[in-house]
């Protein structure tokens, strides 16, 4: 077979390669990603200096309004020459990891559209965030690298997602969630390579961060003693009130796309006007709940009321819907975080005024509530937790955080609320053109491993009704690497390598999976 159809097996100087090819990954994602940072910074201060200015000079404020009109137009301008650059981008990296929009622009016309309209969105004000941006960014850049020094369809793939996982790491100084989320939300499983090359991307990126940033943690909460076990019975409510507004959360988004799909007298370059100027009101009135929401971290005291601290939870959510909604460069997690924070403020709040909470745990509830309500609109429990941790730098709240992420995403899933990146996803595959079922002479690899009690456990190879168009070349168990026949019998934790079309691949991956579910839930 061609490099493209090269299937990693057992060839372990190939894979140690593969991982020295993704610290280089990790090396140049984190210089763009650590720029990327820079230029937000500086473009969010110089938003809140403009505002502050403008409260002062009234009279300035309708050439500053025609300024943002100006801004959002171009933005959107640069949306309807590039889709893959609208929203947060981690959704068109899952795609593209599925087989999904082949015909999209060139990996470096995104990655510099994707800078320009980000900055630009965290400079007019708009309640976004750098991560997601940051995890395409470096997926974009990967995917350039993978071009010169990947060796088939399948190592480009491992060096995205390595890129992905060294975006999210440089972008919050979290390595070991930038690692778990690109294997829990964007690969979905993993292999020691996979694990190995992912990792030494995001140490890598995080490196370079950290030598710019510094070591300090994103967030620094004070936090006085732990959560006594007698009171983890308020840990019960806290993720079930997560769980709700996390529900709640997807559902506003997802409406707020549909709102300005419907908005007949806009086009994709007019809509991205409403947010910028909504951020322009709200500069010169409630200029807290501008860009990531940094600001509103330093107004969750005790010494704030509850209802002032509602009161920005409310605006914040909204704009953020405003924001999101019209597609506009940027990512939900920075946001969400500080939205879930602001809901473990409220909860402390509560706690300790009426409840007779030490109002030394005011932090704690707020940390819980990060990783509680990330858990439930993303539906990653892994990665919320060890990314909170790694945000606050404090990991003595294992256990806490554990049962909080549990709660949260047990009462999501109940509310039938659509993990949001899937969610958005599949709105973005409705308006897909580029799905070619005819068949290719180019081919590409699947791999993925046996789950518990699915259509293949315990199966023989000839008993499986395997899709079109798809040919399983490879098994691996264990160590061992076995050519398949017809009565092979396949184990659970086998890794099984399939070759399809390129044209087919999509298709392939989807009915792989839906077979690999649990039997009890098809």
């Known amino acids: 077979m061609k490099n493209n159809d090269k299937v990693l097996t057992d060839n372990y100087f190939q894979n140690i390669v593969i991982v020295f090819k993704s610290l280089l990954v990790g090396l140049v994602v984190g210089a763009v990603v650590v720029l990327y940072r820079i230029t937000l910074k500086n473009a969010e201060e110089l938003s809140f200096h403009i505002y502050d200015f403008l409260r002062n000079n009234l009279m300035l404020f309708p050439i500053a309004l025609i300024l943002l009109c100006v801004a959002g137009y171009f933005v959107g301008y640069l949306v309807s020459k590039d889709k893959m650059i609208s929203g947060s981008g981690i959704p068109q990296l899952e795609g593209i990891m599925k087989g999904h929009f082949r015909n999209r622009k060139p990996w470096l016309h995104t990655l510099c559209l994707k800078f320009i309209g980000g900055a630009i969105c965290i400079g007019g004000g708009l309640s976004l965030g750098r991560e997601g941006p940051s995890i395409q960014l470096g997926a974009c850049v990967a995917e350039g690298l993978g071009t010169k020094i990947g060796k088939g369809r399948l190592e480009r793939r491992i060096l995205m997602a390595s890129g992905a996982s060294a975006g999210l790491a440089a972008s919050f100084n979290a390595p070991l969630a930038g690692v778990v989320f690109a294997l829990e939300e964007i690969f979905k499983y993993f292999s020691p390579v996979i694990l190995l090359s992912m990792m030494s991307a995001a140490v890598a990126a995080d490196y370079v961060s950290k030598e710019v940033f510094g070591m300090a943690p994103i ?188 709660i949260a995403y047990v009462v999501a899933d109940l509310l039938k609320s659509p993990p949001i990146y899937d969610a958005l996803l599949d709105n973005l595959l409705l308006n897909e053109n580029d799905e070619d079922i005819n068949e290719s002479s180019n081919n590409i690899i699947v791999e993925f491993i046996v789950k518990h009690e699915s259509e293949f456990a315990d199966q023989m190879v000839k008993n499986i009704k395997w899709p079109g168009k798809s040919l399983l070349v490879g098994i691996k168990q264990g160590d061992r690497t076995i050519i398949p026949k017809g009565d092979t019998k396949l184990k659970e934790g086998d890794y099984l390598t399939v070759l399809t079309d390129v044209n087919s691949e999509s298709k392939v991956k989807e009915i792989l999976d839906q077979m690999n579910e649990h039997k009890d839930f098809l």
């Open 219 to 406: 967030f620094d909460f004070e936090i006085m003693k732990a959560i006594p076990l007698r009171q983890y019975w308020l840990l019960i409510f806290l993720g079930v009130l997560l769980g709700g507004m996390g529900a709640l959360y997807n559902y506003a988004i997802l409406k707020a796309k549909t709102f300005y799909g419907k908005l007949k007298l806009m086009n994709d370059k007019t809509k991205l006007i409403i947010p910028f100027v909504a951020a322009g009101v709200l500069g010169m009135l409630f200029p807290l709940v501008l860009g990531g929401g940094h600001r509103i971290v330093e107004e969750l005291t005790l010494k704030n009321g509850i209802l002032f601290l509602i009161m920005i939870f409310m605006i914040k959510l909204l704009f953020s819907m405003i924001s999101f909604g019209s597609g506009a460069p940027g990512g939900i997690f920075f946001p969400l975080i500080i939205l879930g924070a602001t809901i473990g403020a409220v909860f402390a709040g509560i706690s300790i005024n009426y409840l007779g909470v030490d109002q030394e745990l005011y932090n704690n509830f707020i940390i819980l509530a990060m990783a509680g309500f990330f858990t439930a609109i993303v539906r990653a429990p892994i990665t919320g937790i060890v990314l909170i941790m790694e945000m606050t730098g404090s990991f003595t709240h294992m256990l806490s955080l554990t049962v909080v992420a549990v």
